[in-house]
């Protein structure tokens, strides 16, 4: 399989924008029937062998504990209850109005009661159109989407590696369904003061100073995939610090600022997974520098912690 294929925009928009309000439907049922977590790292999906997963969800109700997986290999969704009941069907041939339809059928046929409190897309142009009226978004490519799995699960496996090397409080590695991108974040623990203005959301997931790092596939705004990071609260002068590789760059967005590599600058060359993490810790230690965290002592090479192991070579755990 080849490291990061093509995956243009312009290629599989149509493709992309039925699967980013079929992820929408699936992680709001999330957010509705999961445990709340730090930061709402309750609502993102996650990677699996075949897709993307919600995870085991479910309360202490009466609902059963179950999971909604996208198997973008068989092109199907599929609800899996721990009693052992479980119900599929196919993507292909779904507008979103039919495929919340489905998901919805599907799940009282396995004794899961949900109401969305927002059954409408979150910050797209339609998000005013309810889920179950949307028939014009029905494209689905079975190759476009499972590229799209196929992406996810290789820029995961680079974001696993770079996560490693920090030995303080981190997000997993996640697929935000509201924005469509994959994401980790590490934090320094400081609090950050919000303004009584800003919205709950908001709030939660920027509690704390952060660093971010992560990909997306592309929009109207930046269309085509990349690479990303940026810190929060932004730290003065940040964009004076430098960035690799070569192709990397600062981008201003809304008076902040993106760290930006663009997919294809290097996905072509000798060794795009080496360019990449370059390119997360470039970001990393621009934003820790300026924002004064102790880089050296949140280290954690190779993933580990204990000073006495770090002259044995990789897995050696021997002495």
């Known amino acids: 399989m080849e490291l990061f294929p093509p995956i243009p925009l312009a290629e599989w928009r149509d493709t992309k924008e039925t699967l980013h309000r079929f992820a929408q439907i699936v992680g709001k049922i999330r957010l509705a029937t999961g445990i709340r977590r730090n930061h709402w790292w309750n609502v993102p999906l996650y990677l699996t062998g075949r897709g993307t997963t919600t995870r085991p969800m479910g309360r202490a109700d009466s609902n059963p504990i179950f999971a909604i997986d996208f198997d973008f290999v068989a ?36 004794g899961v009661r949900v109401r969305l409190a927002v059954p409408r897309p979150f910050d797209l142009p339609d998000s005013a159109r309810p889920y179950a009226e949307d028939t014009e978004h029905s494209a689905y490519d079975p190759v476009q989407a499972n ?28 697929h935000f369904w509201h924005t469509f991108d994959l994401a980790h974040s590490r934090f320094s623990e400081r609090h950050v003061e919000q ?35 940026y810190t929060a609260p932004e730290p003065a002068h940040l964009t004076e610090e430098p960035l690799r590789p070569a192709a990397a760059r600062w981008l201003d967005r809304s008076g902040s600022h993106l760290a930006v590599l663009p997919y294809d600058e290097v ?29 050296e002592r949140m280290a954690c ?9 770090w002259a044995h070579r990789p897995g050696d755990t021997s002495g």
Do not use: C
């Not at 919205?199 to 995939?225: H, K, L, M, N, Q």
């Not at 990393?284 to 965290?293: K, Q």
């Not at 090479?301 to 192991?309: A, L």
């Open 267 to 295: 996905r072509g060359g000798p060794d795009p997974r080496s360019a990449v993490l370059a390119f997360y810790e470039s970001a990393y230690r621009a934003g820790a520098r300026r924002a004064g965290w102790e880089i």
């Open 147 to 174: 590229r799209y799995w196929q992406v996810l699960g290789q820029v995961a496996s680079v974001l696993e590696e770079f996560a490693a090397g920090y030995s303080g409080k981190v997000s997993p590695v996640h």
């Open 75 to 110: 092109h199907q969704l599929v609800m899996s209850a721990m009693n052992g009941r479980q119900v599929s069907f196919p993507l292909a041939g779904q507008s979103v109005a039919s495929f919340y339809r489905a998901v919805m059928d599907s799940l009282a046929v396995l």
């Open 301 to 309: 090479p190779g993933g580990v912690t204990d000073p006495h192991q």
């Open 195 to 229: 303004p009584r203005d800003v919205d709950p959301v908001t709030r939660e997931a920027y509690s704390r100073e952060v660093i971010s790092f992560g990909f997306w596939f592309g929009d109207d705004t930046f269309p085509e995939p990349a690479f990303y990071s």
